[in-house]
């Protein structure tokens, strides 16, 4: 199918760049020798989950348990839920486990992680429990040098029904780098915590048996993974106007694009109003703090090419973009099409029901989303 005549607005992925994306990070993984299990939560697509654990044991990270759900019902027998566990989805969680597959849980709780052995003895579901650690994000995980982070893992361990999976963090605060100096900063401080806080576990006779680290932009950044055992990146595989500006990659490599029709211009305004708002951007407002006049996305025409105008402003269906230059502004008329590269790529899929593969220019597949939770 031609780009001209798809349904808008709607996603476009441009599978050659996921697939050198995907390879390009498998790469980093093979070389420093750890397992890779991607984030799909970038995603939440099985097919391009198996581009990217092609070549490893199909290990995955979610971010939902409606995810596990799917991902498990298509082969995927490995899969954390990276997201700390709370006591009203034990039940939910027992029940993917019993359908056949392994699924870890995180916590950075004492007493949920003694609810949760309590729960495993009654359900039988033996799940392995990683402790989250909070490497400098500060949004959830106990601080590498707390009393707790040696209390919880001790805990686990010694625990009848659940078995301690070992320490795992996300660099989240690397989205806060302005340099690319920085970002090897917050890489460098994320694997050293981590490996310093696993060896002092293992000082005190507690055995560590994964310590996971990632985020795209930490993972693109790094010097060497000694000591680290698994990585979890997820947003390199699609990337986005935010990780391109940040310096994680370039924006060839950005995969992800929403393509909008025009529908209305108003030439006294040199104005464009295109009908992708919010719902189909999503709100992120990305690499502001990098770049203030970034808006909601980089308007490029079909071919992928950046016009130099940007998504300034959105409300619920309508993108409205402004300043536009007077060539483009002639040319353009109501029904033209343009491809938005959005802010977040991760919020930008997650609005959608499917993407539109795109290979070559041409529309070859179209794969499904398994949004919900
Ligand atoms: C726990 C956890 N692991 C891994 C990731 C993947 O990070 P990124 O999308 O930066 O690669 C995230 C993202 O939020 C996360 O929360």
Known sequence: MLIETA?????????????????????????NNVRLRPHIKTHKCIEVARIQTKGFDGAVTVSTLAEAKAFAASGFTDITYAVPIEPGKFGEASKIARSGVKLNLLTDDLATARALDE???????????????????????????????????????????????????????SYD????????????????????????????????????????????????????????????????????????????DTALTVLAAVIHKDLDHKKIVIDAGGIAMSKDRGPVGLDPSCGYGRVLDLAGVDTGSRLTSVSQEHGVITDVGEEMLHRTKVGDRFRILANHSCMTAAQHTHYNVLENGEIVDRWAILRGW
């Open 7 to 31: 349904r808008t607005p709607s996603l476009l992925l441009d599978i050659n760049r996921v697939r050198a994306n995907a390879a390009r990070l498998a790469g980093v993984a093979k070389q």
């Open 119 to 173: 729960h495993a003895r009654k359900a039988g579901t033996p799940f392995d429990v990683f402790v989250k650690i909070d490497c400098g994000t500060h949004r959830v995980g106990v601080e590498p040098d707390s009393e707790m982070a040696v209390m919880i893992p001790r805990m686990i361990s010694d625990a009848k029904n659940i078995k301690f999976a070992g320490i795992l963090t996300h660099a989240g605060h």
């Open 177 to 252: 780098a302005r340099t690319v100096e920085e970002i090897k900063g917050v890489a460098r401080h994320e694997r050293d915590v981590m490996v310093e806080l696993a060896a002092r576990l293992r000082g005190m006779g507690i055995e560590v048996p994964t310590v996971s680290i990632g985020s795209t932009p930490t993972m693109n950044h790094i010097d060497h993974l000694e000591g680290i055992d698994e990585i979890r990146p997820g947003n390199y595989i699609f990337f986005d106007n935010f990780q391109a500006t940040l310096g994680s990659c370039s924006f060839q």
